[in-house]
């Protein structure tokens, strides 16, 4: 199988550790803020870090918007690339891509939780899913976050911590994981691969 | 449930692990991408790499190889050493690292901390903090330039007060290492730590002291911290990761199997 995976770059850092655990799964994947090279991939990964607002600026300064919208293949966005699926953000009151249809909401401290959740929590996979595939409920992922969906008809899974939230949203060719699957151990690994397996 | 994290520190120089006791007498340990492989495969959470020579000698660590490591390991990693501006820290997490750990640049320049916060976020911007308890005067100091004992200062600062700013500037995380313990291995600073974890509402990590398991039990049981980070006892092989979380799951602490 020679599948490749285009990587979208909206000049946030971190884009290095999503691209080695593609190669490390022998699948080529390129880092590209180019429309035409992201219109025409067979896999797409929306990553992020930083801010809701800093990365929609920067899909809307590269004129990605529409691009990454109209996708029929299938579409991973990851941590942050996951939030701006979502049609807002309470993160400095951004506009997103509105593909969930659904706000960003900052995670709740009630009870002295502390924040940004951050390191390995269980998922609760609500759905099969066909990125769960192979990998037991109650699997440990590596999260670093302070903002969620919440949980809505498109949440295949979701964790508890302060309170409920999604963890992993699919409709049609979009899925979104919380989650860091690029540094999630081997567990990780077979969320990824799943994704380059995916046939819609 | 999330789980408490155990986190090997590799101390690096001059491009090879190496640890001291007391922040002195540095002996090398082995190369950085098979130790940080070995511990990945035996259940670490997370590696921090530290380059400790990088503020003396005002430099930043070299990305050839974080680059190495970013490219192999499946489990996250934050780098520490003479990150002062944003353009370091730009550098080091475009090369593949997910965090990065300042220590003394924050100490000279806090304002860095806000800086960072707003290029990168929060979720990435560690602040390390050597702390000191000065019998004198009966307080924590925090020192700065810890990675050489000749350049080693005070700062002018109290350890709870530096803690509390580095939150408000909006960092994500803090490792704590009291610098009595570091590498004396009779346990971690429990109730300094507790304090700090009562004082601040990001995740604490706690350094400096680890010598057997129970100090790691006790540390998460009592100080309740996010996670431990340990380097001597892990490297010697005293004591190794999987047994070391097989033991705290027994004990009921939340770990990752």
């Not at chain 1, 996708?71 to 996951?82: E, R």
Request: with cysteine; glycine share 8%; proline share 3%.
């Amino acid at each position: 199988m020679t599948e490749s995976v285009a990587v979208v770059d909206t000049g946030c850092a971190n884009i290095a550790s999503v691209v080695f655990a593609f190669e490390r799964l022998g699948v080529h994947a390129a880092v590209t803020s180019e429309a035409s090279q992201i219109a025409s991939a067979s896999r797409v990964v929306l990553p992020g870090v930083g801010s809701a607002g800093a990365g929609m600026k920067g899909i809307r300064d590269l004129n990605l918007e529409s691009v990454i919208k109209d996708l029929k293949c299938p579409v991973l966005g990851i941590c942050l690339g996951m939030q701006m699926m979502a049609t807002e953000s309470a993160e400095s009151n951004t506009d997103c891509l509105g593909i969930f249809e659904t706000t960003v909401e900052k995670l709740s401290n009630a009870g002295g939780t502390v924040l940004p959740h951050m390191g390995w929590n269980t998922v609760d996979v609500k759905s099969q899913s066909k990125l769960f595939g192979g990998i037991p409920d109650s699997s440990r992922f590596y999260f670093v976050h302070s903002y969620a969906l919440p949980v809505i008809p498109d949440t295949t899974a979701s964790c508890m911590y302060g309170s409920t939230f999604s963890v992993a949203v699919e409709r049609e060719n979009f899925f979104g994981v919380q989650f860091h699957p690029e540094r999630s151990g081997s567990t990780g690994s077979k969320l990824l691969e799943n994704f380059v397996g995916i046939q819609l | 449930m999330l789980a408490k994290r155990i986190i090997p520190c590799l101390d690096v120089r001059e491009g090879k692990v190496v640890k001291g006791v007391k922040f002195k007498d540095h002996r090398i340990m082995g190369d950085i991408v098979p130790l940080a492989l070995r511990y990945a495969n035996e259940g670490a959470d997370e590696l921090v790499l530290y380059d400790i020579t990088a503020s003396i000698e005002e430099r930043v660590v070299s990305s050839t190889w974080v680059r190495d490591v970013a490219r192999q390991l499946d489990i996250p990693f934050s780098v520490a050493g003479g990150i002062k501006s944003v353009d370091d820290a730009r550098h080091i997490l475009e090369n593949g690292a997910d965090k990065i750990s300042i220590n003394t640049p924050a100490l000279m320049n806090p304002d860095l901390i806000n800086q960072l916060v707003d290029h990168f976020g929060s979720q990435c911007i560690v602040i390390g903090v050597d702390s000191f308890y000065d019998a004198v005067d009966g307080q924590y100091h925090v020192y700065s330039h810890t990675g050489d004992v000749t350049a080693s200062r005070r700062a002018s600062r109290r350890t709870l007060d530096w803690v509390t700013e580095t939150v408000d500037r909006g960092a994500g995380e803090i490792v704590v290492n009291v610098m009595n313990n570091d590498g004396v291995r009779d346990g971690y600073d429990v109730p300094h730590l507790k304090t700090i974890r009562q004082t601040v509402s990001i995740p604490v990590i706690a350094s400096g002291g680890a010598g057997r398991t129970d100090h790691f039990t006790e540390v998460f049981r009592e100080a309740d911290v996010s996670g431990a980070l340990a380097a001597s006892v892990f490297h010697s092989g005293e004591i190794a990761v999987h047994d070391l979380k097989s033991d705290l799951s027994r004990e009921g602490i939340c770990v990752r199997m």
